[in-house]
């Protein structure tokens, strides 16, 4: 665990965790943020869920049996994984560690679970928490999707409290109401973290070294 401390801050990147209530549009701003920033990448997580219509394996997620899924877990193949909604979720601890000690950054879309178990392995991580406008708007939301049956959306809503009284613990919270701001927020978000000193130094040592000021950083 303790290699997985020390990775972030020296490879000079970032994992962003991003947690919403099923519906409150994560998924969809993270695509537009992506479309936007293509340095930036989406973990695709392993589910044992059922794939949406239009949703493929590999893109979307890689979708898996339970069996095969538990096998993974007991080889240590995820960095962190959760039951949620009934269904199995994890991430894969190799695709993200390789993309962090290649200084890229990384966009995590995990439910509160993930989110408290990733904090505690990785130092450097940005948490995210989406809101939706309103408990309406969200059931609204879930419906216009038109992806999941009556049941399965009455299930997401009875877990969105849930999934809510944790949005205290993140660094940072927007609010999904009109969707082009809480994009233009989410990606002031990954900007600032970008500006940090310490990623800064990183990523132009030698700029900080020409100014004779990185003695005093480090
Ligand atoms: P959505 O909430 O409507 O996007 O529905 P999904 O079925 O895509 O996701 C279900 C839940 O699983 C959400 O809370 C996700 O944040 C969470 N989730 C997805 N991938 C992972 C993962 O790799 N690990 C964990 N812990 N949770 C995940
Ligand atoms: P999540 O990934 O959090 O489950 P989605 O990204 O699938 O949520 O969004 C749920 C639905 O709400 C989708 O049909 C999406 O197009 C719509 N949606 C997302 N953000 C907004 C918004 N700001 N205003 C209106 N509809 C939105
Ligand atoms: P959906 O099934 O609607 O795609 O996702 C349901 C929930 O699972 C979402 O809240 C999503 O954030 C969460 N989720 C997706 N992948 C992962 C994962 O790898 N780990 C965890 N902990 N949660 C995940």
């Known amino acids: 665990m303790k290699t997985e401390l020390a990775l972030t801050p020296l490879s000079g990147s970032t994992l962003f965790i ?19 920033d293509p340095s930036l990448g989406i973990s695709i997580s392993h589910t044992t869920r059922a794939p949406r219509p239009g949703e493929e394996d590999g893109r ?4 898996t049996t ?11 193949e995820f960095l962190e994984y959760a039951e949620v909604h009934g269904n199995y979720y994890g991430t894969s601890r190799r695709a993200i560690l390789e993309r962090l000690s290649n200084g890229k950054d990384t966009l995590l879309e995990i439910d509160w679970q993930g989110a408290m178990q990733i904090r505690k392995l990785i130092a450097e ?8 406008p309103s408990i309406a ?4 939301r879930l419906n216009r999707r038109g992806q999941d049956s009556p049941e399965i959306i009455a299930g997401r809503m ?6 809510i009284s944790h949005a205290c613990g993140f660094d940072y919270v927007i609010i999904n109401d009109d969707f082009d701001h809480a994009l ?16 800064q130094v990183v990523t132009h ?3 900080f070294e020409q100014f004779g000021i990185i003695s005093d950083i480090r």
């Open 205 to 207: 040592t030698r700029l």
């Open 18 to 36: 991003i947690t919403a209530p099923s519906g409150a549009g994560k998924s969809s701003l993270l695509k537009a943020l992506t479309k936007q």
């Open 66 to 76: 339970v069996s095969d899924f538990l096998e993974k877990q007991k080889k240590g």
């Open 137 to 140: 708007t969200l059931e609204e």
């Open 60 to 63: 979307e997620y890689h979708f």
């Open 125 to 132: 991580t940005v948490s995210i928490f989406i809101l939706p």
């Open 158 to 163: 009875e877990a969105a409290s849930e999934e």
């Open 184 to 199: 233009s927020q989410l990606a002031a978000i990954v900007e600032a973290t970008r500006c940090r000193l310490p990623r």
